[in-house]
């Protein structure tokens, strides 16, 4: 009943119908507005101020409370009018890793000649983010969501208000912006040894560890020889680590889904192909992913670590559009 | 987020308005609480410059308790209008001590709202209206600075915009003013304080007291005449009678309510009388008072008493007949009160009287042979007389000689009694000045007088002044003529300097106007604005008619002025009528993107509407000209009006 009650709320007086794209305009249609517990008290205020003015018959009395009166009338127009007509549109956002907070900004355009202030942008009223958009500017307002689940993270319904200029009013718009957040796996601890690139390749042994050129650190796992044990980072304090050298241009390191082992749990494998992506990057190596379904060829940089993330985030998720992890 | 701490600079803001607000109450409060809310704001500005922490609950507990208990000391009770005011200006300023958070930051906006409204019960005077006004201001301004998120650098904006959210106030506020329907008179019992401090004539009358009276220039009433203003000999404003005499002074005794008998030997006089709250019953009229205004009742010795004490300002019609028989068929009863007079006091006078008795049979020559005796002899007017003893008429006329109105009028009283002749005193006003601003009179305090009547037969009540034998002047030109220029008189009633008079009768013309239409705006005035606007006996229902519709009304006038400027207004002719232009195309279901050029979006539409191609080049090609090109020629902008015109889709 009451979840019956509130969809219809939230399709006819609300006008939710799922995510927005473009510029949501806060027309008139779209801002909110009930007094504060606040305005009740200054309501009570005057309602005794009133029975004063009358017992006592203080002509002054009168004219004050109604001047205050009008005045609560008019500070309603005043907080509607902090809002109305704001353009709002979502900018890009950055992916972030499960159990981190996914950081959503809205960009808020003042076209009018008005200067706005006090504006709150809130998820769930427990983080609060104000900005001021003076007139003919824009600002931006960022609020961080905890993005709990790997995948592609919806901001859902985000609340933007203002309770000024009196805090008598709280006007506030509801926003559903098209905007998503990559969430990729959480990344397993680190430590784990990343698999040997010849096993894979069935190539020489060293191959990809070669001497040559030197490429980076990684972490030690104990077949690594002695030999390319980073001593100096040791003596610092920062762990065995393993000299790493890039031999060859065509080394192929693959992180295999099997190569993990058979009982593992879907996630876990997922975090620690993560923390192998991630440390793969880290030491500059190129690298391959083979998942279930999934195969991207070997590569190396930023754009490669993003893609195999990706890939890892969205690893039997479908493409929902409506899907709203936050919900 | 209410919870918030609230910042130095709103504290100070706070503080400052608060005493602001307060300020007018320190001379009216002991001197002790005073000094305890300057210290506690003080010590909260400290607290709040050096982030000390605040004071512990027990100190501030221990604070209330003392200063509750030094309050019932010293009114006796912590009730009533002025108790009440010292304690909340101590709890206030201890709840400024104690403010943390935004919502203890918004209870005290309230609460100096709130004290605003107690400056009322004190003074509703225009000066006193104007600083109340810049309070609510300041106050308003406090309260727009806790909603900042990020407080603009300096004060200007706050301050600007609590103007203009008062500004707006103001028509809805006079709306609301004018039809709220009004109730007269208090909903509960008032402290008994709550009209004190407010001078006028008392129903006693002892030597000095009159005078004492005529050293206030407050305003006791204001006149309105109809017609003509009549002569200075005839403007004796009939107030309390006095009949019963103990000791040195006189008292009222008690009313006898009742038609008085009377024949008019004049046109009645019209006036309007707008009465100074006194706390006293009695209403003034001139001699003698042919109409009895609503809710009063008339005694047999012509006083007018209302239902309540005056506790605001009274406004009534008047009617007078300056030539009035009355009292002729005097009761025997109330004749022989008149002759009363306190066993073995002022044994020399009655012996004079009984010779003058003895002298002269007629009571016509004996008064006239005292008054004589009066002008004649070395008798003086003044402010400042003598202190009398225990036989305070004997005292003065045989040993002083130098009185004011009360003991001329209570020695000839006594001296007519005596004489068997009955007599009683009646205190009121004589004169008035004229403001010819305005043209009404006004009657101070200062012009308090009192006179004699004797009954004298076939002619009943006959008004005798003995203060106009003494000095004639009093009559005539005023108090400041009549008495010695040493004698302390209040400066604006001498009126030596005629500039002080000016701005002192346009101050008054202003002030009461003020209180004609602000602070006498009541029940009576409301009802009478409203039939001279058709709508007679207004009822709660059509007052809540008006008052709904009247707002919305206004609610609908001023929004728009209050939403204007949240759009960006394109003035540019040539733009507007591109923008027009799109969107047509857009209702069309073909609209441009936001990122999308004028050329690119042609280019489009000739793809996905071929049909339209040629009008959108044309116009496209016309606007990109007309925008980016040199100089805009006005026939190519009308051509482009025209086209767009007739562009349909």
Redesign the interface.
């Known amino acids: 009943m009451y979840a019956a009650l509130k969809q219809y709320l939230d399709r006819w007086l609300f006008q939710l119908r799922g995510p927005q794209s473009g510029v949501i305009v806060l027309v008139q249609r779209r801002v909110f507005i009930l007094p504060t517990r606040q305005g009740i008290v200054f309501g009570a205020v005057l309602v005794l101020m009133l029975i004063g003015a009358i017992n006592y018959g203080l002509s002054l009395g009168f004219v004050l409370t109604f001047l205050l009166v009008a005045m609560g009338f008019n500070a309603m127009i005043y907080t509607f009018r902090n809002l109305a007509n704001l353009r709002l549109s979502a900018t890009r956002t950055q992916p972030v890793f499960t159990g981190e907070k996914a950081h959503f900004t809205v960009c808020i355009d003042n076209p009018g000649e008005a200067d706005r202030y006090s504006i709150g942008l809130t998820k769930d009223r427990q983080e609060v983010t104000f900005v001021d958009v003076p007139a003919r500017r824009l600002a931006f307002a960022s609020i961080g969501i905890p993005a709990v689940r790997r995948g592609l993270l919806r901001p859902g319904r985000l609340t933007l208000f203002t309770r000024y200029p009196l805090g008598l009013y709280y006007a506030w718009a509801y926003l559903e912006l098209d905007t998503q957040c990559m969430v990729y796996p959480r990344p397993a601890p680190p430590g784990l040894p990343l698999p040997s690139a010849e096993s894979n390749a069935g190539q020489g042994a060293q191959r990809g560890q070669g001497r040559e050129d030197f490429a980076g650190l990684r972490p030690y796992h104990p077949s690594d020889s002695p030999r390319h044990i980073a001593w100096k980072a040791a003596a610092r304090g920062q762990g065995l680590l393993t000299k790493q050298f890039s031999g060859r241009a065509d080394t192929e390191l693959w992180l295999d889904w099997g190569q993990l082992p058979p009982h593992m749990h879907v996630e876990d494998r997922l975090s620690h192909l993560t923390r192998w992506v991630l440390d793969a990057h880290a030491l500059g190596m190129g690298f391959g992913l083979r998942i279930p379904g999934k195969t991207i060829p070997p590569g190396a940089g930023v754009a490669q670590s993003a893609r195999c993330l990706e890939t890892l985030a969205l690893f039997e998720i479908p493409h929902d559009p409506g899907h709203d992890q936050s919900a | 987020?209410?919870q918030a701490t609230i910042s130095l600079r709103n504290t100070l803001w706070l503080t400052a308005a608060l005493a602001m607000v307060a300020a007018p109450h320190a001379v009216r409060l002991p001197w002790w609480v005073t000094m305890l809310a300057v210290v506690l704001a003080l010590w909260r500005v400290y607290v709040g410059r050096t982030r000390l922490d605040l004071p512990r609950k027990w100190l501030l507990l221990m604070v209330v308790v003392g200063a509750t208990a030094g309050i019932y000391l010293k009114y006796r009770t912590i009730f009533g209008r002025d108790a009440g005011v010292a304690l909340l200006i101590i709890m206030l300023a201890l709840k400024v001590l104690e403010t943390r958070t935004q919502r203890d930051a918004?209870l005290l906006i309230?609460l100096a709202?709130?004290l605003?409204?107690t400056n009322?019960?004190y003074s509703?005077t225009v000066p006193?209206?104007l600083y109340?006004l810049i309070c609510?201001w300041v106050i308003?301004a406090g309260?727009?600075g806790?909603?900042?998120?990020?407080p603009?650098r300096g004060y200007q904006n706050q301050l600007r915009?609590a103007g203009l959210?008062?500004a707006?106030?103001?028509?809805?506020?006079l709306v609301?003013?004018l039809f709220?329907p009004?109730?007269?008179?208090?909903?509960?019992g008032?402290p008994h304080d709550?009209y004190s401090g407010v001078t006028g004539l008392s129903d006693t009358m002892s030597p000095g007291s009159i005078a004492e009276l005529t050293l206030s220039d407050a305003v006791a009433f204001r006149v309105e005449f109809k017609s003509a203003v009549p002569q200075p000999q005839d403007l004796y404003w009939r107030g309390p009678v006095m009949w019963d005499l103990h000791g040195s002074t006189w008292n009222i005794g008690r009313y006898h309510f009742g038609e008085p008998h009377y024949r008019a030997l004049s046109e009645p006089l019209e006036y309007v009388v707008t009465l100074e709250p006194h706390n006293k019953p009695w209403l003034f009229a001139l001699d003698l008072p042919g109409k009895v205004p609503p809710r009063t009742k008339v005694t047999s010795d012509l006083q007018l008493v209302a239902n309540r004490p005056v506790?605001?300002r009274a406004r009534y019609d008047m009617t007078s007949h300056l030539e009035a028989r009355y009292g002729v068929d005097e009761h025997p009863l109330v004749l022989r009160r008149a002759l009363q007079l306190p066993s073995a006091s002022n044994p020399r006078t009655v012996a004079f009287a009984r010779k003058l008795r003895e002298k002269f049979a007629d009571d016509g020559r004996l008064m006239r042979e005292v008054l004589s005796m009066f002008r004649k002899e070395n008798f003086f007017y003044t402010l400042s007389p003598p202190l009398l003893g225990n036989h305070p008429v004997d005292d003065f006329l045989f040993e002083t000689r130098k009185g004011f109105c009360e003991h001329y009028a209570s020695a000839f009283a006594v001296l007519m009694r005596a004489a068997g002749i009955p007599a009683r005193i009646v205190t009121g006003y004589l004169g008035g000045e004229l403001n010819p601003l305005g043209n009404y009179m006004i009657v101070r305090q200062s012009d308090a007088h009192a006179w004699t009547e004797v009954w004298v037969r076939d002619q009943g009540w006959v008004r005798v002044d003995p203060t106009a034998a003494v000095s004639p002047e009093r009559v005539q030109s005023g108090i400041a003529a009549a008495v010695p220029r040493t004698d302390p008189l209040p400066l604006f009633v001498r009126g030596d300097y005629a500039w002080l008079r000016q701005v002192r009768l346009t101050w008054d013309s202003l002030a009461n106007t003020w209180n004609q239409w602000?602070?006498?705006?009541?029940q009576e005035r409301q009802h009478r604005l409203l039939s001279n606007v058709g709508i007679d006996d207004a009822t709660w229902r059509s007052l809540a008619i008006i008052l709904v519709g009247a707002?919305c009304l206004i609610?609908i006038v001023?929004?728009p002025l209050?939403?204007r400027?949240?759009?960006?207004?394109v003035s540019d002719p040539v733009k507007l009528a591109y923008l027009r232009f799109c969107g047509k195309l857009k209702r069309k279901g073909v609209p441009r993107d936001?990122a999308e050029g004028p050329t690119d979006y042609a280019a489009r539409l000739s793809r996905i509407r071929p049909d339209l191609a040629p009008a959108v080049a044309a116009i496209t090609r016309l606007y990109v000209t007309l925008r980016y090109g040199a100089d805009p020629d006005p026939a190519g902008i009308r051509e482009l009006q025209q086209q767009v015109r007739q562009f349909s889709a």
Request: aromatic content about 14%; hydrophobic content about 55%.
């Open positions: 987020m209410t918004v309230f709202y709130f605003v409204i009322f019960l509703q006193t209206a109340m609510v308003t309260m727009i806790l909603n900042y998120m990020q603009p915009t959210l008062l707006q106030s103001a028509p809805l506020m609301l003013f709220f009004r109730v007269s008179g208090p909903l509960w008032l709550a506790t605001s602000v602070l006498g705006y009541n707002t609610l001023l929004s209050m939403l400027k949240l759009r960006t207004t936001p």
